[in-house]
């Protein structure tokens, strides 16, 4: 979905696509789990799934209704870290560890948000332009919370 540009769509269209988004990251997230043997990184990879899983539900539901539940509720970005400029980008294995899992799960976030990011850049103004926000903030608060469990777990003070 790289190729998205500053186009707006229609509400249908725009959530159809955020739909396509998240059901893609939640498979990701499914064969990362069918492959990786350890529990710890196991149990964060699931997680990040369920959250995948709770953003295509609410996606779904706003098509029945017409409009995305929760108004404005959360639209202003998380600061994060950016610790996807930082770690390697690798697929993982049956031996990958919560580290590797953790790193995962960062880069498939940060590959959300700049998807959101653009979505939302390019409907700006337009009705779905809030959607997308909303969805590009949901998606920094778990970068954020993915960053700061990497940063508890990895990164020691000097």
Same mark, same amino acid.
């Given at each position: 979905m790289s190729d998205q540009?500053?186009?707006?769509?229609?509400?249908?269209?725009?959530?159809?696509?955020?739909? =396509?988004?998240?059901e893609e990251g939640?498979?990701?997230?499914? #064969?990362a789990i069918r492959k990786v043997k350890l529990k710890g990184a196991r149990e964060i990879l699931k997680e990040a799934a369920v959250d995948?899983?709770?953003? =295509?539900?609410s996606l779904e539901k706003s098509l029945l209704?017409?409009?995305m539940a929760g108004g404005d509720a959360l639209t202003r970005q998380i600061p994060t870290m950016n610790l996807g400029y930082v770690l390697a980008k690798k697929e993982l294995r049956? #031996?990958? #560890?919560t580290r590797e899992a953790l790193a995962y799960a960062i880069h498939l976030e940060k590959g959300s948000i700049d998807f959101? =990011?653009?979505?939302?850049?390019?409907?700006?103004?337009a009705p779905m332009g809030g959607i997308f926000a909303q969805m590009l903030a949901d998606e920094t608060k778990h970068l954020q919370q993915l960053e700061d469990m990497y940063?508890?777990?990895f990164m020691t003070e000097n």
């Amino acid at each position: 979905m790289s190729d998205q540009g500053a186009v707006c769509y229609t509400f249908e269209a725009a959530v159809e696509m955020a739909i =396509k988004m998240e059901e893609e990251g939640f498979r990701h997230y499914l #064969d990362a789990i069918r492959k990786v043997k350890l529990k710890g990184a196991r149990e964060i990879l699931k997680e990040a799934a369920v959250d995948e899983l709770d953003h =295509k539900c609410s996606l779904e539901k706003s098509l029945l209704e017409g409009q995305m539940a929760g108004g404005d509720a959360l639209t202003r970005q998380i600061p994060t870290m950016n610790l996807g400029y930082v770690l390697a980008k690798k697929e993982l294995r049956a #031996d990958s #560890d919560t580290r590797e899992a953790l790193a995962y799960a960062i880069h498939l976030e940060k590959g959300s948000i700049d998807f959101y =990011k653009r979505m939302a850049d390019g409907c700006a103004g337009a009705p779905m332009g809030g959607i997308f926000a909303q969805m590009l903030a949901d998606e920094t608060k778990h970068l954020q919370q993915l960053e700061d469990m990497y940063e508890e777990h990895f990164m020691t003070e000097n």
